[in-house]
C-alpha cells in the first residue's frame, strides 16, 4: 500500500475519532484492525473503547526476545532449592522456545501443594526468557465474560483479563500465568470460564477474538502458563491440553536449606538488616549503634520454626521469619535492645507481644 493511501486512510480515520490516533499509531496497527476501525459505525465510537484501544502496546517491538539458556539456569539456581527434574523441565522447554522462535509444545501446568515455588517459577521463567510476566488469578472465576469480555452493548461492557493482560505488560509477547486454574467455577448465564481456555490452547492464537474490542488479536507469541494446587478439579479435556510439571513437597531438610539459603538472606536485604548501623533513630540523641555482621539465625531456630510450619511449602516459613525481622526492628526502637543473633531460647520473646505487652 503506497504512503498516499496510508496517508489517505489515516485522514479518514482522523476525521472520525477527533485526531485521537496519529498516524505513526495507525501505520503500526495491522491492517484488518486499520479496516475494522474505518468500517465502524461512527455511533459504535465511544471514548472508553477508544481509551482501551490507545492502551494496547500496538508501537512496541514485536520481535519474541531471545532465550539466554546460561543466565536461566543461574536464574532457577539461585530462586529455587533443589527441584531438579522440575528445572530439567523448564530448561528443555526454554531451549525449544529458543530453537523454534515460536510457542513451544503444550502449556506448562506448574502443580503442587501451597508455598512450594509454582508462581515464583513461571516469575523466573518469564525473567529468564526476557518477558514481563502478568498474572491473572482464577480462583472462583466462574464467568467465562471474565476472561473473553463484554460486548459493548451492555452497561458493563469491558475487555476480558487476556486483553489486559497484554496492555498491563505493554507487550505481544508476555508470559501470562493463569494462576490457580483448579479453583475456577462455571456459569449457566455466561458460560464456563475452561472453555475460554480451551479455545486459546487449541486455536489459532492469533485470530484471539475479544468480545469487547470484537477484532481479532494477535497471541501466537505470548506464553501461557498454569498453576495448580489439585489436578482432580481439572477435567481430562483441560488436562490434556497441558504439559503437567508437578513441584514435590518439601521435607525439612529442603526447609532447613530453603531458611538458611534463600529466605532469610533475601528477608535480610529486604529488611536492611544486613548492616545493622541502619537501626538509627534520627531524632534520637543516641550514637549510631555499628555492627557490619548480619542478623544470624540459629540452626536451632530454623528447626524450631519448621516444627511450627508444618505445611508442605514455605509460604508459613517464609511468613514466620518476616515477624522475626520486624520484631528485631520493633524491639530496638521500642526498648532499645539490639538482637544480633536468633536461636531457639529467643523466639517465644520475639514471636510475642513488643508494643502491648500481655498482662
Request: proline share 5%; with cysteine; hydrophobic share 40%.
Amino acid at each position: 500500500m503506497s504512503e498516499m493511501e496510508y496517508t489517505s486512510r489515516h485522514s479518514q480515520l482522523r476525521h472520525r475519532l477527533k485526531s485521537r490516533i496519529s498516524e505513526e499509531l495507525f501505520e503500526s496497527m495491522p491492517e484488518d484492525i486499520q479496516n475494522f476501525l474505518l468500517e465502524m459505525p461512527q455511533e459504535d465510537i465511544k471514548e472508553a473503547y477508544l481509551n482501551v484501544m490507545l492502551k494496547i502496546p500496538w508501537m512496541v517491538d514485536k520481535t519474541v526476545p531471545d532465550v539466554n539458556l546460561h543466565l536461566a539456569k543461574m536464574m532457577l539456581e539461585r530462586s529455587h532449592y533443589a527441584m531438579h527434574d522440575v528445572k530439567e523441565k523448564v530448561m528443555r522447554y526454554m531451549a525449544c522456545q529458543k530453537h523454534l522462535g515460536k510457542n513451544y509444545g503444550a502449556v506448562l501446568l506448574l502443580a503442587g501443594a501451597p508455598g512450594v515455588g509454582k508462581t515464583s517459577i513461571a516469575a523466573s521463567i518469564a525473567a529468564a526468557m526476557g518477558r514481563p510476566c502478568v498474572k491473572i488469578s482464577l480462583a472462583g472465576v466462574a464467568d467465562a465474560l471474565f476472561l473473553r469480555g463484554v460486548q459493548q452493548v451492555f452497561h458493563n461492557a469491558r475487555p476480558g483479563r487476556i486483553v489486559e493482560a497484554i496492555v498491563r505488560s505493554q507487550s505481544f509477547c508476555p508470559v501470562i500465568l493463569l494462576d490457580e486454574i483448579d479453583k475456577m467455577g462455571s456459569s449457566q448465564e455466561h458460560g464456563c470460564p475452561e472453555n475460554v481456555l480451551l479455545d486459546i490452547l487449541d486455536s489459532d492464537r492469533s485470530k484471539f477474538v475479544d468480545n469487547y474490542l470484537n477484532f481479532p488479536l494477535d497471541l501466537s507469541n505470548a506464553i501461557f502458563i498454569a498453576t495448580a494446587n489439585d489436578l482432580r478439579p481439572l477435567s481430562p479435556v483441560l488436562k490434556d491440553r497441558m504439559d503437567i510439571v508437578e513441584l514435590p513437597s518439601y521435607t525439612p531438610q529442603d526447609k532447613e536449606k530453603i531458611v538458611q539459603g534463600y529466605v532469610w538472606p533475601r528477608l535480610i536485604k529486604e529488611y536492611q538488616l544486613d548492616s545493622l548501623d541502619k537501626l538509627h533513630d534520627p531524632l534520637s540523641a543516641n550514637e549510631i549503634v555499628v555492627c557490619t555482621q548480619a542478623l544470624e539465625l540459629g540452626d536451632d531456630a530454623v528447626k524450631e520454626l519448621i516444627k511450627l510450619c508444618p505445611e508442605e511449602g514455605v509460604r508459613d516459613l517464609e511468613r514466620i521469619c518476616r515477624t522475626l525481622c520486624e520484631s528485631v526492628i520493633s524491639l530496638y526502637y521500642a526498648q532499645g535492645i539490639l538482637i544480633r543473633k536468633i536461636d531457639a531460647r529467643s523466639l517465644p520473646s520475639l514471636l510475642g507481644s513488643i508494643f502491648y505487652p500481655k498482662k
